[in-house]
């Protein structure tokens, strides 16, 4: 089965100050997906970024950027110059290939002024 | 883009009373999940739902939930009798083979 780590239970940054979320899988899939999910105070899941397992580029989006390592089995997530509107938890997930979807823990960011 | 749309945003209950969290699917998706999100903890999987009838169950999903795809669109959650623990954000998610999308999320609240 897959499992999902994401050993960052709270980060606390300062504004414009650059934060990176860890998430490290596990799983015996060769095809499989992994994304990123915000999920602001008001508790919708934001959906940020989809990769699959065949898919190693970086991927940078404003000031998110995205690092997918499958030789370590990381997808961590980095935002660049944060700002107040960036607090949230974030979840990482995958999906396997039978479609089975397993979140982290997710991790709470706290940006302050 | 395709939505999954979830009815009602929240709902407040009193304990003991049933409950049904209505979701409605992307039209050509085959797989339905449901999650659950107690406040602050991670979201958790409750139940998936393939070719009309549970594929897989938690250890949450006891006797006191049921799931139905009524009339072919909606994908339903029934809390027959519920329990201030099952105060929660709940998470209808379906699945077209490569993708899952969720909806917005229904915060039930049980008084």
């Known amino acids: 089965a897959q499992k999902v780590t994401q050993a960052q239970t709270e980060i606390s940054v300062v504004e414009k100050e650059d934060v990176t979320l860890d998430c490290v899988y596990e799983t015996r899939d060769t095809t499989y997906y992994l994304f990123w999910y915000k999920q602001p105070p008001s508790g919708e899941l934001v959906f940020l970024i989809r990769r699959n397992s065949f898919d190693e580029q970086n991927e940078i989006s404003g000031r998110y950027s995205w690092n997918f390592q499958k030789s370590t089995s990381s997808f961590n997530f980095t935002i660049t110059a944060s700002q107040v509107v960036d607090s949230a938890v974030y979840f990482c997930?995958?999906?396997?290939?039978?479609?089975?979807?397993?979140f982290g823990a997710g991790t709470q960011v706290v940006v302050t002024p | 883009e395709p939505e999954v749309t979830q009815t009602p945003s929240h709902q407040v209950t009193q304990m003991g009373q049933e409950v049904i969290l209505r979701c409605v699917p992307i039209?050509?998706?085959?797989?339905f999940y449901w999650y659950r999100q107690i406040l602050g903890q991670k979201v958790e999987f409750l139940v998936s739902f393939y070719n009309n009838e549970i594929s897989e169950k938690s250890e949450i999903f006891d006797d006191q939930f049921s799931v139905e795809r009524p009339d072919g669109s909606n994908f339903t959650l029934k809390i027959r009798s519920t329990k201030l623990e099952d105060s929660a954000m709940y998470f209808c998610?379906?699945?077209?083979?490569?993708?899952?999308?969720f909806g917005q999320g229904t915060r039930l609240t049980v008084v």
């Open positions: 998610a379906s699945h077209g083979g490569t993708e899952a999308f």
């Open positions: 997930r995958t999906t396997d290939s039978w479609g089975k979807l397993q």
């Open positions: 039209s050509n998706h085959l797989y």
